[in-house]
């Protein structure tokens, strides 16, 4: 802002609508309208040594533990990406890809992204269909992960 003009993203704010993006393996960007589950962290553990003179337990990292995400799109006629990879686990043919989920500004720049490796289509969710209103079909897409890296653009 030295030249008297405020930056184009002056602070963060709320994301609009359809301002994420995720990458399935090697499949094109797909939109969603909210990510949620993106979560890891040690769970606390209290150990005492045998021999400490001290009666209280020390706390100490478990092993790290990641969640299971959950991705809201709009039902795309003819996109079966979701269903012919869940489709692959009824047949016995484990298919983990690696997912990458984008923040992305106003732009389409990246602001910040999550990779999730070995990650598996846990269960897909079809929307509940209405014949009043004009609601868009929203799918429900939950992807379980063993490990998240996060890393700003």
Sequence with gaps: MADGKPAAQDS?????????????????????ADVTGLTTGHPVVECRQGNSPVVNPIKMPGAARVGVIALHTGLIARNSTFWAWLSDFRRNAIARRTVVIKLLDDTG????????????????????????????????????FDKLDATDA
């Design 12 to 32: 963060p704010g709320p994301r609009p609508p359809f301002s994420f993006t995720a990458r399935f393996g090697d499949d094109a960007d797909t939109p969603f």
């Design 109 to 144: 720049t990246v602001l910040m992204a999550w990779t999730l490796h070995d990650a598996w289509p846990a269960k897909v969710t079809n929307p509940n269909f209405h014949s009043e209103g004009d609601k868009v079909a929203v799918e429900l897409v939950e992807i379980a």
